[in-house]
Structure formats: C-alpha cells, structure tokens
T-cell receptor, first 110, second 110 residues
C-alpha cells in the first residue's frame, strides 16, 4: 500500500507570491490533515478535510486555504506569502487512532 | 484553549543513558494520546495510549498515561545514537481534533 505522497518536496518563492501544495493520502483514507512545522512553534494544525468537507480548522489567517477532491487528494494554498510562512508543511492521512504523515513540502519564502 | 506541553524542550545524553520525556495536556473530550518520533522527515508513529496506567512497550521504548493527572511519559532505556530525534506528543479529542506539543529534541552522543 503506498504511503502519503506530498508534492512538491521543496520549493522557493518570494514574498507576495502564492503557492499550492498537494497531498495524496493512503488509499482508502478519507481524512487529510495539514500541519505547519517551524523550529520555534512546532507542529501547528492548519485544517482537516473529510469527504471533501473541512471538518476542523486551526488558527491561521485566511491566506491559508485548502480543499479536498472526490478521490481524497487534497491541496492547500497560501496566498500573499510572507517570510514567516517558511516552514515544513506536513500532510497526514488519517483513520481513527492512526495518523500517517507524508514527507512534507519544505517552503522557503525569500 | 486546548494545549499540549512537552518537557524538556531539549535533552543531550550519552549512549546507554535512560531518558524520560514528559507530555502534559489540557484537552476537552480527550480520546487518546499519541507519541511520534521525527528524524529528518515525516514523524513516525510510536504509541497510542487511551487508558490510564497501562504501559505500552516496544523494545527499549515504553510509555504510560495518567488520565487523572493529565500527563504521559515516554521512557527510552539504554539510549543509542539512532534514538536522536524530535519526539512529538499529540492528543486526539472526540471532536477528531489533534493537538501537538512542540516536541522534545533528544541528542544522544557516543
């Protein structure tokens, strides 16, 4: 069974640009969660999608958005990038009691 | 507000030492507590704890939960350099919300 796949793995953007990250969950998993990880703040929850609906949302500004498609693949978008958005963005595929992480997308904002 | 606090933030030990990592939480509608190990990439699952006082063990790692005092500990005996990682604690609520602590960075030197 394939694991959680995130693309791209690395990307560099400049302030003001926007970025879209993609996550394909483990086959059969309908829940996808997104996290931002920075050295100072640890893992912070962005949002969770289940069957194409946002189920939970963290405390991030509206520049951070996401969606989930009918095949459970999910995308997150960050608009008007700021330097502080530089982080590792982790996606997790989830079933009750189990959470499997992808390798992450490392975003650097210059 | 729900929160998960891990201590210490950082720990440096020599091979062979025993370490204890702490995780305390204040989360409404607690369902389970999870421990993850993160080396350079995606966090990998270690334990899930749902009941107080029942130790979970995997090789040199063990963990226990105290639901009355709202904390968990992760013990690693006879540490090895390969144990060097960030150890993450997360609490899952019945709302399906998952809250992570900031992690404990463990460095094991030969």
């Amino acid at each position: 069974k394939a694991g959680v796949t995130q693309t791209p793995r690395y990307l560099i953007k400049t302030r003001g640009q926007q970025v879209t990250l993609s996550c394909s969950p483990i086959s059969g998993h309908r829940s996808v969660s997104w996290y931002q990880q920075t050295p100072g703040q640890g893992l912070q929850f962005l949002f969770e999608y289940f069957s194409e609906t946002q189920r939970n949302k963290g405390n991030f500004p509206g520049r951070f958005s996401g969606r989930q498609f009918s095949n459970s693949r999910s995308e997150m978008n960050v608009s008007t990038l700021e330097l502080g958005d530089s982080a590792l963005y982790l996606c997790a595929s989830r079933e009750p009691g189990e959470l499997f992480f992808g390798e992450g997308s490392r975003l650097t904002v210059l | 507000e729900d929160k998960v606090v891990q201590s210490p933030l950082s720990l440096v030990v020599h091979e062979g030492d025993t370490v204890t990592l702490n995780c305390s939480y204040e989360v409404t509608n607690f369902r389970s507590l999870l421990w993850y190990k993160q080396e350079k990439k995606a966090p990998t699952f270690l334990f899930m704890l749902t009941s107080s006082g029942i130790e979970k063990k995997s090789g040199r790692l063990s963990s226990i939960l105290d639901k009355k005092e709202l904390f968990s500990i992760l013990n690693i005996t006879a540490t090895q350099t390969g144990d060097s990682a960030v150890y993450l604690c997360a609490v899952e609520a019945y709302t399906d919300k998952l809250i992570f602590g900031t992690g404990t960075r463990l460095q094991v030197f030969p």
